[in-house]
């Protein structure tokens, strides 16, 4: 059975910094893009980060570009997102996801090419 799942979510000042780590097992993820979303209260899931295998293509949503960095392990089944100068609108649900496509050499951002998701990992940022 495919799973992903998050894990590095918590309560952090404004301001602080939190590592997601994205762990997915049940077969191999290398060959395929990964993504991180998330979903605040009363907004749809956005697109935050993606990372390829081929090329190691990284592409963030403008509004985390200069704070969040997406990176992966050799193997490409660990993903993380490193988040700096959190800010209280980065509360949110966070999701990892894999794609359903081998061999893409470029991120995309719409949720209907990721065929995997996690169950979330809460972030919650206080002023």
């Known amino acids: 059975q495919v799973q992903l799942v998050e894990s590095g979510g918590g309560l952090v000042q404004t301001g602080g910094s939190l590592r997601l780590s994205c762990v997915a097992s049940g077969r191999t993820f290398s060959n395929y893009a990964m993504g991180w979303f998330r979903q605040a209260p009363g907004k749809e899931r956005e697109f935050v980060a993606g990372?390829?295998?081929?090329?190691?293509?990284?592409y963030n949503t403008a509004s985390v570009k200069g704070r969040f960095t997406i990176s992966r392990d050799d193997t490409g089944n660990t993903v993380y997102l490193q988040m700096n100068s959190l800010k209280p609108e980065d509360t949110a649900v966070y999701y990892c996801?894999?794609?359903?496509?081998?061999?893409?050499?470029?991120?995309?951002?719409?949720?209907?090419?990721?065929?995997?998701w996690g169950q979330g990992t809460q972030v919650t940022v206080f002023s």
């Open positions: 996801a894999a794609d359903s496509t081998r061999f893409r050499s470029r991120v995309v951002v719409t949720e209907d090419v990721y065929e995997y």
């Open positions: 990372i390829t295998w081929t090329y190691g293509t990284t």
